[in-house]
């Protein structure tokens, strides 16, 4: 069950919180309940490996605190369960691409190949797994005291709001809103306002750009002019940022609807002057995560610069596996720990005093790049389709730009491209400038007109997403890869 689709908008929603709002003293265990109904909706059987990481998680945790005397011990119940969690996820989401790269060895050789039933990959599963690694290696330091209740850590981990698509949340961001929380009135209105600003990303932007990115990439590369592949490039770049934020933005707007107060995971990321920037700004929650519980741990840049550069390489080649098994995220994430690296160099430092404009010109077009690696299904694809973007591509026939750039997509386009800067946020800033300065007469007539205003666009928007989805949009689910 996704968000934006009509079941859970007008049934397993309002349901939900319904019940969850009667639930008196047992709100965690209704939303764990509600929490494994929404994850068993599409994934069956797969449920018990998410009820087996509760229990893995839960034991380590109180392993390590019975035994926190004995540091030997406690380190040695942390390493099984980040082994038993990495395994978990590596059978789960890698078995096939091993098995079909070692047979294509075994192939060479001229060897039998190993016959192995294609194993189904659970949605979400690489998010739920890393949000049990922190809370058990959180535990170990002593940043968190383990969890007595299994329910209330099994509610961390199964939490639908942001269970299939992130953001990441630490166990100690919200430790104390799973034993006591409070709904107010005004953040459940702001949960209501964000979680359909992000419904409204979702819809009206990223799937009608995503019809396009789809059919300009499956076009046979002959047939595409290096217009055509930047066109197709560039909608999937605003795709995959109004999916995922929208996506991140319906999250956050759900857990303030019952009380849990999750980080903010993107941050205008396309405005960015380098990919350091790039990384600080795109999916928050994943890059500090990385920061935290590998960079860091493997030394960071406190050993020297092949060191840092090592360790760089290392964090983005995992990163990239962890969005999937395939060579694409392999490279994907090389590429930007690739950048990562010459951001630290003299090629750095030479880009850091170009115009501004340019600087983040450069950015813009390695980021577009990389997301053709990213989007693509083989690596051949992806550099065949590179090469097209920069007229290397043997054309034989291509489609006039102008049968997938009509005014309908052109529009859709320039509002993608106005909203990836914030725009928002300077009008907020420019009205409270001019709250302070105002008397009180004017100020509250501006206050009055900037609600007026945020309700007739957030009820617009609702209008016209809901149309869209009772209509039988085009409306794809890029997670499942992840």
């Known amino acids: 069950m996704v968000f934006s689709s009509i079941t859970f908008l007008f049934f397993f929603l309002p349901a939900t919180l319904l019940i969850y709002f009667l639930s008196g003293k047992y709100k965690n ?4 309940a509600v929490s494994l109904a929404f994850y068993s909706w599409g994934e069956n059987l797969y449920l018990l490996i998410m009820i087996a990481s509760i229990i893995l998680n839960y034991s380590c945790g109180r392993l390590m ?4 005397e004995n540091k030997t011990a406690s380190k040695t119940i942390l390493a099984s369960g980040i082994i038993l969690n990495i395994f978990i996820l590596g059978f789960f989401k890698y ?4 098995t079909e790269n070692f ?11 190993i016959d192995l039933t294609p194993v189904h990959l659970p949605i979400g599963i690489s998010f739920f797994t890393f949000q049990a690694t922190s809370y058990i290696v959180d535990v170990y330091r002593g940043k968190v005291e383990p969890q007595r209740n299994i329910i209330n850590l099994g509610l961390y981990i199964s939490l639908f709001p942001q269970l299939i698509a992130g953001p990441i949340v630490r166990y100690h961001d919200i430790a104390k809103e799973l034993i006591n929380r409070k709904v107010t009135t005004g953040d459940f209105a702001d949960g209501v306002r964000r979680f359909l600003y992000g419904l409204s990303k979702k819809v ?3 799937n009608p750009l995503a019809l396009t990115a789809d059919k300009i990439f499956s076009l046979p590369l ?3 002019s290096p217009g055509l592949a930047w066109l197709g490039a560039i909608c999937y770049t605003l795709q995959i940022y109004y999916d995922f934020s929208g996506y991140s933005d319906m999250a956050i707007g759900l857990g303030r609807m019952f009380g849990f107060h999750f980080l903010e995971n993107f941050n205008y990321p396309y405005i960015s002057k380098s990919i350091r920037e790039f990384w600080r700004r795109w999916h928050i929650s994943l890059s500090s995560w990385l920061r935290d519980y590998l960079y860091i741990p493997l030394g960071g840049n406190r050993y020297g610069t092949f060191i840092t550069y090592f360790n760089l390489i290392t964090v983005f080649l995992l990163c990239g596996l962890w969005h999937g098994a395939n060579w694409t995220f392999i490279i994907w994430g090389l590429y930007h720990g690739l950048f990562l690296i010459l951001d630290r160099t003299k090629i750095g430092k030479i880009t850091e005093k170009l115009w501004g404009p340019i600087q983040h010109l450069l950015t813009l077009s390695i980021i577009i790049i990389g997301w053709v690696l990213f989007r693509s299904e083989n690596i051949n694809d992806a550099f065949a389709y590179i090469f097209t973007m920069f007229g290397m591509g043997e054309v034989i026939r291509h489609h006039a730009l102008s049968i997938y750039l009509d005014s309908k997509l052109f529009f859709e386009l320039s509002i993608a491209l106005l909203l990836s800067i914030p725009i928002f946020p300077a009008i907020d800033r420019f009205c409270t400038q001019n709250l302070h300065s105002q008397t009180m007469k004017k100020v509250l007539s501006l206050e009055y007109l900037f609600t007026i ?4 666009l957030i009820s617009s928007l609702t209008y016209f997403t809901v149309i869209s989805l009772a209509a039988g949009v085009y409306n794809p689910f890029i997670y499942f890869r992840f």
């Open 29 to 32: 265990v209704v939303l764990f």
């Open 65 to 68: 605190f019975f035994r926190r």
């Open 204 to 206: 009206l932007l990223a």
């Open 453 to 456: 205003g945020q309700l007739i």
């Open 103 to 113: 047979n294509g060895l075994l192939a060479i050789l001229k060897l039998p190949e």
């Open 222 to 224: 002959s047939e595409l």
């Open 95 to 98: 078995a096939n691409f091993i």
